[in-house]
């Protein structure tokens, strides 16, 4: 479901709320680009790349977490 709010997009998903320009973030850490839109049940990227929904782990401050890094406390606000 995508909702605009004054001078941004977002999407609410079961994965939490992903706004445009967020980075994704790959298991290891690394940023695999950035979110133009979420449609159809996937995660567009800035350029054209693609990956579905289910890959995403959390989203948190820092992002679209994808699926491998085994960080159970991404996006829940725990603290170390």
Excluded: N
Excluded at 28 to 52: K, M, R
Aim: include cysteine; charge should be negative.
């Amino acid at each position: 479901m995508s909702q605009m709010y004054p001078g941004e997009q977002v999407w609410t998903t079961v994965a939490g709320t992903i706004r445009k320009g967020m980075k994704v973030i790959a298991a290891d850490g690394s940023c695999l680009g950035t979110v133009a839109s979420v449609e159809h049940g996937e995660v567009l990227f800035e350029g054209g790349d693609v990956i579905p929904l289910t890959l995403v782990d959390g989203v948190g401050e820092e992002g679209v977490l994808l699926q491998g890094r085994g960080d159970a406390t991404f996006g829940l606000g725990a603290q170390p």
